[in-house]
């Protein structure tokens, strides 16, 4: 399994970014997916998930009604980020699982390499 983030970078506050994650060497209709962010010292946060169908989706409490995830058919995953603020700032990853949804990094098993979104005030 390959993810690949791309579409980071910085942005001011109130304004709006959409990470993209492409997936290969897997199926993809056969996997649930998820975004993850982290920041220097402090543990992976979760941030949104989403089912093998794109029919469920779940967010943390700190972004819901500002971000939305969806998924495609051609092995993409994204995350449109509207509102932004400083606190968003972080290295966020795209991740993936087989098995049970959940908002835990230990339920996924595959992880892109992570990429930065910061967010100025």
């Known amino acids: 399994v390959q993810l690949v983030e791309s579409g980071g970078g910085l942005v001011q506050a109130g304004g709006s970014l959409r990470l993209s994650c492409a997936a290969s060497?897997?199926?993809?209709?056969?996997?649930?997916m998820g975004w993850f962010r982290q920041t220097p010292g402090k543990e992976r946060e979760f941030v949104a998930s989403i089912s093998r169908n794109g029919g469920s989706t779940v967010y943390g409490d700190s972004v819901k009604g500002r971000f939305t995830i969806s998924r495609d058919n051609r092995n993409m995953l994204y995350l449109q980020m509207n509102n932004l603020k400083p606190e968003d700032t972080a290295v966020y990853y795209c991740?993936?699982?087989?098995?049970?949804?959940?908002?835990?990094?230990?339920?996924?098993?595959?992880w892109g390499q992570g990429i930065q979104v910061t967010v100025s005030s």
């Open positions: 991740v993936a699982d087989a098995g049970p949804m959940g908002h835990s990094p230990r339920d996924y098993n595959y």
């Open positions: 060497r897997l199926t993809f209709s056969n996997y649930n």
